[in-house]
């Protein structure tokens, strides 16, 4: 076991962090509303209903074991030697929080954040997932996530492990950086749901005999875009709470990021809004939505070293990514994701964290920038290479155990009545699949 030094917070970045830790929660609503109103009506109190159970599943196994796991700087590790240098694997901390002091400090502050962030990655398979996964066993998983993948994850890049030491152990830069979540949260959610949905496959009636793609309409597109609107409040409170924790940045830094943070979503939206204005004829609601969150994905690695332009161009190539890989994963992999939630995610958190390695600019006193794109590409291999297959193999465990897929009567009938036993609108008439080919 290792420590390292504890990082020293100033008291006005301390207030700050507290303060931007309690807008967090409402990207967790956004990405729920997204979710939900992305989806058929007869299935919206459903994904609404997971997403709280989610939420509450996720906090709790983070509290059990998912801190222990990932650890904060100055913490016990388990680590060891090769090569000359010290290579962090795992946090070696108490469950339950035991023998550790809730008190303000630098990682007490990381804990309570950090079990706010591996709840909004639980809720990205929620929206590839949705209208066919069991509530149980999205509960299941996502102890899987919280207790495994993201801490473990989160331990190699913000509690001081074996990719943010790239720099010192092999002259990679700064080593890997990600200081708002791209990668820890957004690209471990993203390629989750990617895994979850290779194992359910598609929505009944989604592809035709023919293996062509049919639309099955969002029922409510206020939901979304009320979703995306919370979705920027929460991501100024999770980028801002990351570059002081992670970062290091100063209680003055704060409005660089807010910056940021608005002007990335901003030209992701209206990227979006012209791609599909141009190649549809008219502008398309769920794909600008989806690629404002890709921006805002996009803009979280390293918003605190990049220039307000450079946050311009960033979003707007996450905006314009987000909506082709939309197209591409449906047309071409044939996944069926309801909310483009690995579009939005899982590839808008892969361009932000290679946006690290070409625009970020670090301060002199902290080291070269030399090899520092080099480092992100070894932090993506590593969540493509390693994350990716343990989320798919793991998750492919638990399907045998608690079977992930609602039977096809319960994906006809709809998820709200068939787990819940009551619509989300009993005074409405619902969809019907009238718009599907049989």
Not at 100 to 113: K, T, V
Not at 197 to 209: C, E, N
Not at 220 to 232: E, Y
């Amino acid at each position: 076991m290792t420590n390292l030094p504890v990082p020293a917070l100033s008291e006005g970045a301390s207030v700050i962090c507290l303060v931007c830790i309690l807008l967090v929660p409402l990207a967790a609503g956004g990405l729920a509303l997204i979710n939900a109103g992305l989806g058929r009506s007869r299935s919206a109190a459903h994904t609404m209903i997971a997403s709280l159970c989610t939420l509450s599943v996720a906090a709790i196994v983070y509290f059990v074991c998912g801190f222990a796991v990932q650890g904060f700087t100055g913490q016990p590790t388990h680590s060891f030697t090769a090569g000359g240098g010290r290579w962090d694997w795992l946090g070696a901390g108490p469950f339950f929080f035991r023998r550790f002091d809730l008190d303000g400090s630098p990682a007490s502050l990381a804990a309570g954040f950090s079990m706010l962030c591996v709840g909004l990655a639980a809720l990205i398979p929620l929206g590839a997932a949705a209208e066919r996964w069991r509530l149980r066993a999205a509960c299941a998983s996502t102890a899987l996530l919280a207790g495994f993948t993201f801490p473990l994850f989160a331990h190699w890049v913000w509690g001081g492990g074996w990719l943010a030491q790239l720099g010192i152990n092999y002259g990679l830069g700064h080593g890997f950086v990600d200081v708002g979540g791209s990668g820890c949260i957004q690209v471990v959610g993203g390629l989750t749901a990617l895994s979850i949905v290779w194992i359910l496959g598609p929505r009944r009636g989604k592809y035709s005999s023919s293996k062509m793609p049919n639309a099955i309409p969002a029922h409510n597109a206020v939901f979304v875009i009320l979703g995306a609107m919370l979705c920027w409040v929460g991501w100024l409170g999770l980028n801002s709470v990351g570059t002081i924790l992670f970062g290091g940045s100063a209680a003055g830094q704060t409005l660089l990021v807010i910056v940021n943070t608005t002007l990335a979503a901003a030209s992701a939206g209206l990227a979006a809004l012209a791609v599909t204005g141009l190649r549809f004829g008219r502008p398309d609601a769920s794909l600008t939505c989806n690629g404002w969150i890709g921006g805002l994905v996009a803009s979280s690695a390293g918003c605190l070293f990049i220039k307000p332009a450079e946050a311009v161009v960033i979003g707007a190539i996450a905006g314009v990514l987000v909506t082709y890989a939309v197209e591409w994963l449906e047309f071409g992999l044939k996944v069926d994701d309801p909310g483009g939630s690995i579009s939005a995610h899982a590839v808008g958190g892969i361009w932000g964290l290679l946006t690290a390695g070409l625009f970020a600019r670090f301060p002199a006193q902290s080291g070269s920038d030399s090899g520092q794109f080099m480092a992100q590409l070894v932090g993506i291999a590593t969540l493509i290479g390693f994350v990716f297959p343990v989320a798919y193999g793991l998750n492919q465990l638990l399907n045998w155990l608690v079977p992930y897929r609602v039977s096809l009567e319960g994906e006809r009938q709809g998820m709200d009545l068939h787990e819940l036993g009551a619509d989300a609108y009993p005074e409405f008439v619902v969809h019907t699949e009238e718009f599907l080919q049989r």
